[in-house]
């Protein structure tokens, strides 16, 4: 039952006929759907579900540092700054290029996890 | 039909006219099956639940197949997940004969509509990237940070504030964007909070005869937006998202 596609998903654009994956299941029918008075709903179950990591972002410290962290983990070689970087300090913490292991090993940053788990 | 002695409750899927009944194979919530309660007209899909039931993740999909199965074969008013009434002659007085308005008025107007999620995520490397490229205080600030180490926790912080302060504008423009390209196709579009690295969450109530209009101006927008965009759409899913507006109008 998938919508006409005009051919297969591409980098931009994925099409799903049906949700996969808990959260896309949520996402479908928690919360929505007809209304039913309390007076003769008996009881919506519960689910231990919802313990699941629904991240509510909220402007923090926290976020802006995660923020930060990523913005410093770029390898920008693809763009200008890259070059002001090499020029100054040898480039970002995620950049590899012709770099002794001892001279990475100063740059780095102590505290930056590498955790790239990203929000939904 | 007479109710088993050790039901705990009628759990109901949703809500069909009687007279386009559909045939559901799958099984219902808590391995009970799927069954058919009428009155004056509408029928609702249910399951008698047992005494002992307690929900498991796999009654999540038990729930969506039931409904996709119903939508395959005719209009369905869903209800949401976890929707239990005391017993069947509730479902039959209290909700089909005495919401029959509602229902009905439901019903029409979700005739001939599908709903479709869609997501619009941010590459979150593509997008900072192209923050730092044409914002000079990020790209200083960066550099900052870095060069600063531990000693640059101010930075690293003003960095962020002022990074997250760039996504919130970035995210606000592409979602207006993509609605305002969207929403002429669609019957209605509710939108969801969208997640730290999302520009957008929605669904859209389509009506199938603009399936491929719909598809095309998302096509549009999401590769206008591209690479640092990437948009994904759900569907055609029962159109739960509408299913309490459709019932109030």
């Known amino acids: ?120 | 039909m007479a109710p088993s002695a050790t039901t705990t409750g009628v759990y109901v899927y949703g809500v069909v006219r009687a007279d386009e009944l559909p045939a559901v194979s799958a099984d219902g919530v808590g391995d009970s099956a799927v069954e058919v309660l009428e009155r004056d007209g509408l029928a609702a899909i249910v399951s008698r639940l047992p005494d002992d039931f307690r929900v498991k993740r796999r009654d999540l999909n038990r729930h969506l197949q039931v409904l996709e199965e119903a939508f395959g074969e005719t209009t369905v008013v869903p209800c949401a997940f976890g929707t239990v009434l005391a017993s069947e002659a509730d479902v039959e007085t209290a909700l089909l004969s005495q919401r029959r308005p509602e229902l009905e008025a439901a019903l029409d107007r979700l005739d001939g509509t599908v709903q479709l999620n869609v997501k619009a995520a941010y590459e979150p490397d593509e997008l900072l990237r192209e923050l730092v490229a044409k914002n000079p205080d990020v790209a200083r600030l960066r550099e900052d940070s870095i060069r600063l180490g531990d000693a640059g926790y101010p930075q690293r912080v003003r960095l962020g504030e002022l990074v997250a302060g760039l996504l919130d504008e970035r995210r606000e423009e592409d979602a207006a964007r993509i609605l305002a390209t969207l929403s002429g196709v669609a019957e209605d579009v509710a939108v969801d909070d969208p997640g730290e690295y999302d520009a957008l969450k929605a669904s859209f109530l389509v009506d199938r005869k603009q399936l491929d209009r719909f598809d095309a101006r998302l096509e549009e927008v999401a590769r206008s937006l591209q690479p640092v965009v990437r948009a994904e759409v759900i569907g055609p899913l029962p159109p739960t998202a509408f299913a309490g507006a459709a019932a109030a109008q």
Do not use: C, H, W
Not at chain 1, 35 to 62: N, W, Y
Not at chain 1, 64 to 93: C, H, M, P
Not at chain 1, 110 to 120: A, N, Q, Y
């Open chain 1, 1 to 120: 039952m998938a919508i006409a596609t005009r051919g297969t998903s591409s980098n931009y654009l994925q099409r799903a006929p049906s949700p996969s994956g808990l959260a896309d299941v949520l996402d479908v029918i928690l919360d929505k759907g007809l209304v039913i008075d309390a007076f003769v709903r008996v009881s919506v179950i519960g689910i231990e579900v919802l313990t699941i990591d629904a991240r509510i972002v909220i402007a923090s410290v926290d976020t802006y540092l995660r923020f930060a962290e990523a913005v410093n983990r770029l390898d920008l070689s693809q763009t200008e700054t890259a070059g002001i970087d090499e020029l100054r300090n040898g480039g970002s913490k995620g950049e590899r290029k012709a770099k002794g292991a001892l001279e990475g090993a100063k740059e780095k940053i102590p505290g930056m996890s590498s955790d790239k788990e990203r929000s939904r």
